[in-house]
RNA sequence: AAAGGAGGCCAGAUGAUCGCUCCUCGCUUUAGGCGAGGGGAGGAAAGUCCGGGCUCCACAGAGCAGGGUGCUGGAUAACGUCCAGUGGGGGUGACCCCAAGGAAAGUGCCACAGAAAACAGACCGCCGGGUCGGCGCGGAGAACGGCAAGCCGCUCCGCUUCCCCACCCGGUAAGGGUGAAACGGUGCGGUAAGAGCGCACCAGUCCCGAUGGUGACAUCGGGAGCUCGGCAAACCCCACCCGGAGCAAGACCAAAUAGGGAGGCGUUCCCGCUUCCGUGGGAGGAAGUGGGAUAAGGGUUGCUCGCCCGAGGCCUCCGGGUUGGUCGCUAGAGGCACGCGGCAACGCGUGUCCCAGAGGAAUGAUCAUCGCCGCCCGCCUGCGGGCGGAACAGAACCCGGCUUACGGCCUGCUUUGCCC
RNA sequence: GCCCCCGUAGCUCAGCCCGGAUAGAGCAACGGCCUCCGGAGCCGUGGGUCGGACGUUCAAAUCGUCUCGGGGGUA
């Protein structure tokens, strides 16, 4: 999984989309940006980002969205599985570079299989269930918590 | 050198790696993918303050209302923009600024202060005249008071030329603390006092004429004592301009909901054709279809008229579905060069170039080198090394402006200071 | 894209249309009275570039233009 490309299919676009992510997906709060994962069907991840006007004037905004798609491009090895994740970008971001964003986002995601691996654990010690390592969006809603 | 003021230009460059997007070509193909070549933010892309193009609105027609503009001439597709001028104003100057029509069409407002704030009027003042006036003067009286017969206060009568005080009538606007603004200014004459009442000069206004200019206007001459305050970014008047909406305009394709519920209004007439019924043939009737006139109602984004649409139709409310794709979408009032016309804005001609088209929204990230600026160190005053910095800001249909934000460079200009 | 509203004391708002000089009100703050103390009540006090700039006017919170910030509607 060296792909650092981004295609189209590789971008969240529908409303839809974003709603579902955001509604069940987990939670990761850094400070820069907010991070919304959510294990998906599709043959590869999906990144959505959302950059609220407070943030700041249109450079700004376009300047955050473009650091934020070249780290999930150069970094999509972090994730285990495919999964679509929706970046909502923080005010606090603005000054920070393209080191900052990195460095956030891997701790981010190393929160984010921490917490899976545990998960699965749990679960296989429960009953031994699907080698497939695809949780269903029930499990993804009990994550949030 | 320092201040100032005008105009123009640029918006770091090159390369590598990893990406995004569009176009062309080729291969492959189920969407798609791969390869090659090429293009990929701005001077303001911004604010959305104006003006157009373009598209649609069963036509855009008239009047009113509403909005805008406001010296002149030109430029332009158009403008509230630009250019050239006129008239004001500011600055020592280079230069800059001005919503700059009308206040002798009308209405309204001008706080406080002040006599008075707008066809003038008259508080003080000045002047003239008047009075059972006061005051003054003269005479008389004796009741009352002071008191040494007299005299004074007092009472009555008469006079009053002048001066002073009060009041009344009239003249006048020279002077008057005020105020942002006070009814032309100065001087002489004149007068009871005064006043454009008269005269001289000056300032302004209006009218007439001449000359120059397309014109705004300028200059000159003559006349009228005409002196008529300001505010229309107060209402308003005059002249000119403005149909409305906006690319989420609009066109097409696909999908989905299923002709959903409640209330209200109207459910008419004429003509042609076809079929059927009827009949001796007709008249007539029913259904379908095409056209016309209307009704209810609607459109004409404020109102009125006018116009237009309009027969299982229209209006209002509630409920439900889709909220995907393609086009519009970039060749244009286009850029650049040269020539010509014009003071200029700009126009014309020729040649040449094709120069962003995204859609949860592309144009990026990292590194290196060079160039620029600042600081520090070495130091042969030119170079080397290190560190840091590089503004405002991101196309969303397209243009022309305006405004705002902002880094730097260049050109000639003005004033002041110093040196030669 | 189109359209609208707001900005005045620490806070919430008047005043603006139709200009006139001390810009008001309530709450809050501070001081005093009252009370053993506090609250409530009563009396008093301070606090304003009227979002900014330019203009019109004798005079601007008010009128005009530009601008900054905040909020909303609509397809």
């Known amino acids: 999984m060296d792909d650092e490309r981004l295609r189209p299919s590789e971008r969240l676009r529908r409303t839809r989309d974003f709603q579902r992510v955001l509604q069940q997906g987990v939670k990761l709060v850094t400070p820069l940006f907010v991070l919304y994962v959510l294990p998906s ?3 590869r991840s999906r990144l ?4 609220s006007r407070r943030v700041g004037k ?12 070249e780290v999930f491009r ?7 599985w495919p999964c679509d994740v929706v ?9 920070a570079s393209y080191r900052d964003y990195v460095r956030q986002y891997q701790t981010a995601l190393a929160r984010y299989r921490r917490g899976q691996d545990k998960q699965r654990e749990e679960r296989k010690s429960e009953a031994s269930l699907s080698c497939r390592p ?8 009990g994550d949030r918590l």
């Open 41 to 43: 069907a599709e043959p």
């Open 48 to 51: 959505g980002i959302a950059v």
């Open 58 to 69: 249109a450079v700004v905004r376009n300047r955050a969205k473009r650091l934020v798609r």
């Open 74 to 80: 150069r970094h999509k090895s972090l994730l285990p």
């Open 87 to 95: 970046v909502i970008v923080r005010q606090a971001a603005v000054q």
């Open 134 to 141: 695809l949780p269903p969006g029930s499990t993804g809603r």
